[in-house]
């Protein structure tokens, strides 16, 4: 495997339920990013984990739990969900810290999207 | 505050040039990003531009950027349909870690 994967790349929950999203990162990258890309709005940055730490939360409702266990992998754990939940769940992986613009490039998975029943 | 806009939806004939524009807000970002969505993938980084340059030019990608105005554009000459695809413009702060601000994206939808 070889730069940022997701899985699953589909599913479908019901508000009652417990699912993880899983990302994996095969870059040796020390932050890890997660997003979330609804229609016809800004992608929103939910969590930022550098050097397995959390260095940020946006305000993110506590139905969405993350997890870091270590540099490569990424976790978001969710519960009683709500059907304006349903979105694309991209995740993230750059090397922190640099200087120059194309050491910031942030790397891309290619998404779980998410429907909520 | 940190806000970026973009217009929605761009169309354009095949070989023709496409611009798709950007604005931002915040006058201390450090790098400013485009990057491009395919459908069913991930976003791609296609260039970025420093904030101390005014042009920056890669094959068939000029990046244009008004420092004053703050206004971002990405200009694709000779449009194909291979370009046919959502382009988020970002901007970003230097220190700490990389917090990038997208703004909605800019669906290119490339015609014969």
């Known amino acids: 495997e070889t730069g940022v994967t997701q899985t699953p790349r589909h599913l479908v929950m019901g508000m009652t339920n417990k699912k993880s999203l899983k990302c994996e990162q095969h870059?040796?990258?020390?932050?890890m990013y997660w997003y979330k890309q609804s229609a016809k709005k800004p992608l929103e940055l939910m969590f930022v984990?550098?050097?397995?730490?959390?260095?940020e939360n946006n305000s993110v409702p506590s139905r969405f739990s993350p997890e870091c266990p270590n540099s490569s992998h990424l976790f978001l754990h969710l519960h009683t969900l709500q059907p304006e939940d349903s979105a694309l769940y991209l995740c993230?992986?750059?090397?922190?810290?640099?200087?120059?613009?194309?050491?910031?490039?942030?790397?891309f998975g290619p998404g779980t999207r998410l429907t909520v029943l | 505050g940190e806000d970026v806009e973009q217009s929605l939806f761009l169309s354009v004939r095949e070989g023709d040039s496409s611009v798709i524009n950007c604005t931002y807000t915040?006058?201390?970002?450090?790098?400013l990003y485009w990057y491009k969505q395919e459908p069913g993938a991930g976003l791609q980084l296609l260039t970025y531009?420093?904030?101390?340059?005014d042009m920056k030019q890669d094959q068939r990608l000029t990046v244009l950027l008004n420092k004053k105005d703050k206004h971002l554009s990405l200009r694709i000459a000779d449009t194909q349909t291979g370009d046919s695809a959502i382009y988020f413009c970002?901007?970003?702060?230097?220190?700490?870690?990389?917090?990038?601000?997208f703004g909605a994206g800019t669906r290119l939808a490339v015609h014969p």
């Open positions: 993230a992986s750059s090397q922190e810290p640099s200087l120059s613009g194309r050491d910031n490039e942030q790397f």
């Open positions: 870059l040796g990258h020390n932050a």
């Open positions: 984990y550098s050097l397995e730490e959390r260095v």
């Open positions: 915040d006058s201390s970002s450090t790098y």
């Open positions: 531009i420093f904030s101390n340059m």
């Open positions: 970002a901007e970003t702060f230097s220190g700490g870690y990389n917090k990038l601000i």
